[in-house]
């Protein structure tokens, strides 16, 4: 199997021969980036799990020195 491509102009040549030299590199940035996304997601559900546990905390001891 042969591949041929007929390529047009010098900015066709230049995006294809970038697309092919870059391509690993491209995917590990992707990689990368869907990484960094998935802990941003953790640390946000983290950080509403402990708000959570701080204003349940604060509502409790509110209630019980208002009630002594």
């Known amino acids: ?3 041929q491509a007929r390529i047009r102009s010098v900015g066709a040549a230049l995006r ?3 697309s092919v030299l870059l391509a690993p590199g491209q995917r590990h940035a992707r990689r990368n980036a869907w990484v960094a996304v998935c802990e941003n ?3 946000a559900a983290d950080r509403r799990h402990d708000a ?4 349940r905390a604060t509502d409790g ?7 002594q």
Do not use: D, I, N, W
């Open 16 to 18: 294809f021969a970038e």
């Open 41 to 43: 997601r953790e640390h």
């Open 61 to 67: 001891l509110g209630a019980r020195s208002v009630g």
């Open 52 to 55: 959570g546990a701080t204003t």
């Open 1 to 3: 199997m042969q591949m």
